[in-house]
C-alpha cells in the first residue's frame, strides 16, 4: 500500500498548482481521502476531503473557493487543484487514506499517508 504525492513547486502570489496523490495497493474510491499541509513550526493541517468519489467537504474557510479535489478512478489518482495560492499556503502537502472510508479533519483518523510534496508561494 503506496501514496506518492507529486505536483508541488514554486510559485509567485496568485499562482496555481495540480497536486496529484498516487494509490497503489489499493483502489482510492474505497476510501476517504484527505489533503492535508503543515507548515513550519505549526500542526498538521486537514483541509479539504474525498469519499464515494463525490462527498467533498471542506475544513477550512480560507481553502474554499480556491482548492478542489477530485478523483480519477482509472488512474487511481486524487488530484488536488489549488488557484490563488498565498504567501500563507507555503507548506507540505500530504495525502491520507482513511480504511474506513471516512472524511475527518483529524490525522489520526487516517491509516496510510505519502512522502508529502512541497508548496511555496512567493509573495
Known amino acids: 500500500v503506496q501514496l506518492v504525492e507529486s505536483g508541488g513547486g514554486l510559485v509567485h502570489s496568485g499562482g496555481s498548482l495540480r497536486l496529484s496523490c498516487a494509490a497503489s495497493g489499493f483502489t482510492l474510491d474505497d476510501y476517504g481521502i484527505g489533503w492535508f499541509r503543515q507548515a513550519p513550526g505549526k500542526e498538521r493541517e486537514g483541509f479539504i476531503c474525498?469519499?464515494?468519489?463525490?462527498?467533498?467537504?471542506y475544513y477550512v474557510d480560507s481553502v474554499t473557493g480556491r482548492f478542489t479535489i477530485s478523483i480519477d478512478n482509472v488512474k487511481n489518482t486524487v488530484y488536488l487543484q489549488v488557484n490563488s495560492l498565498k504567501p500563507e499556503d507555503t507548506a507540505v502537502y500530504y495525502c491520507?487514506?482513511?480504511?474506513?472510508?471516512?472524511?475527518?479533519?483529524?490525522?489520526?483518523?487516517?491509516?496510510?499517508w505519502g512522502q508529502g510534496t512541497q508548496v511555496t508561494v512567493s509573495s
Open positions: 491520507a487514506a482513511s480504511i474506513e472510508g471516512i472524511c475527518s479533519p483529524r490525522p489520526v483518523e487516517y491509516d496510510y
Open positions: 474525498i469519499s464515494g468519489s463525490d462527498s467533498i467537504t
